[in-house]
C-alpha cells in the first residue's frame, strides 16, 4: 500500500511538473525588433503603405528567447510548447481597442492594404502567447509600446548617425554609438539589396525577462546571419532616408536604388 500510494505520489508530481513546464516558457530575455520602414519598403515600394513612415516601427513584439539567442518558437496548441490556454489571436482585437491609436502609430502593417488588426494577431500568436503575459494582451502590447515609445531606445537617435542614400556606415560603429548611448550593445539586423550592398533593416534590443521588462542587456549576437555573412571588410550597411512624398506617393527612390 505504501509503495503504491508512493508511485501515485510520484506520477503526480511528474503530471505536475509537466503541466508547470507547459505553462512557463523557459526563455531568458526578451528581443524587441524595430524596423526601418525605408529599407523595409525599398524593394517593393508600391507594395507598402504611403507615407512611409519616418520613425522606426515595432516588427516582432517582445519576443521570448533563450539565452542563446534562440527565439521561442510560436505557440503551438498540438505541443502546449509554452504557456496553457494563453488568449487566441482573434480574441485580441477588442482587448487592445484602448491602444490602438498608438498602435496604429507605432505598430502598423506596413504592406499596402494589409489589415493592422490582422498583423496584431499574427504578431500576438508568434510572441505574445508565448510571453509572461499569455492572458493579458493588452498588457503585453502596451509594454511594448512603452518601449518602442521611450526615446532612449530611439534608433535613430542610439545610432548616432543620419539616414543617407550615398554613405555606407560600418556595423562596428553603429554597434558602439549604441553602446555609448544606450549602455549596451544591440542586434542589428540586414538585407541584400542590389549589387550585393548591406541595408540596415532592423535595431534589435535584449531586455531581461521580468515583469515588466525594463532593464536591457547586450543581445548575445550583435549581428544577424544577413549582415554577418559577408566579409568583416563589407560589413557596412545603407541606411536609406524615406523616400520624398508628393500628393500622397512616395519617390525618388531610383535615388536609392543607384547609390
Same mark, same amino acid.
Given at each position: ?9 510520484? @506520477? ?9 513546464? @507547459? ?53 503551438? #496548441?498540438?505541443?502546449?510548447? =509554452? ?46 502567447? =508565448? ?23 530611439? #534608433? ?6 543620419? #539616414? ?62 544577413? =549582415? ?15 523616400? @520624398? ?15
Amino acid at each position: 500500500m505504501v509503495m503504491k500510494q508512493f508511485l501515485l505520489a510520484f @506520477a503526480a508530481a511528474v503530471l505536475w511538473s509537466s503541466v508547470v513546464s @507547459a505553462q512557463t516558457p523557459d526563455f531568458a530575455y526578451y528581443n524587441l525588433s524595430l524596423i526601418w520602414p525605408a529599407t523595409f519598403c525599398f524593394s517593393a515600394p508600391r507594395n507598402c503603405i504611403s507615407p512611409i513612415p519616418k520613425i522606426f516601427t515595432i516588427n516582432n513584439g517582445l519576443w521570448p528567447t533563450l539565452q542563446n539567442g534562440t527565439q521561442v518558437p510560436p505557440y503551438d #496548441p498540438a505541443e502546449s510548447n =509554452c504557456n496553457y490556454s494563453p488568449v487566441a489571436p482573434a480574441d485580441i482585437v477588442n482587448a487592445v481597442a484602448p491602444i490602438k491609436t498608438r498602435l496604429q502609430t507605432k505598430w502598423p502593417n506596413l504592406l499596402n492594404g494589409g489589415s493592422n488588426e490582422l498583423f496584431w494577431q499574427v504578431e500576438w500568436g508568434g510572441q505574445g502567447m =508565448c510571453s509572461d503575459y499569455p492572458q493579458d494582451p493588452l498588457t503585453y502590447f502596451t509594454i511594448n509600446l512603452n518601449l518602442a515609445e521611450n526615446s532612449k531606445y530611439d #534608433p535613430l537617435k542610439a545610432l548616432g548617425v543620419q #539616414p543617407s542614400s550615398t554613405t555606407a556606415y560600418p556595423i562596428s560603429i553603429l554597434l558602439a554609438n549604441v553602446k555609448r548611448n544606450v549602455g549596451f550593445y544591440p542586434q542589428i539586423s540586414c538585407i541584400i539589396q542590389g549589387s550585393n550592398k548591406l541595408y540596415l533593416r532592423e535595431v534589435r534590443f535584449c531586455f531581461r525577462r521580468a515583469k515588466p521588462p525594463t532593464q536591457l542587456q547586450d543581445c548575445p549576437t550583435t549581428m544577424d546571419y544577413v =549582415c554577418s555573412s559577408v566579409p568583416a571588410a563589407q560589413q557596412s550597411v545603407i541606411f536609406p532616408p524615406p523616400p @520624398a512624398t508628393i500628393s500622397g506617393h512616395d519617390v525618388s527612390w531610383e535615388l536609392l536604388a543607384s547609390a
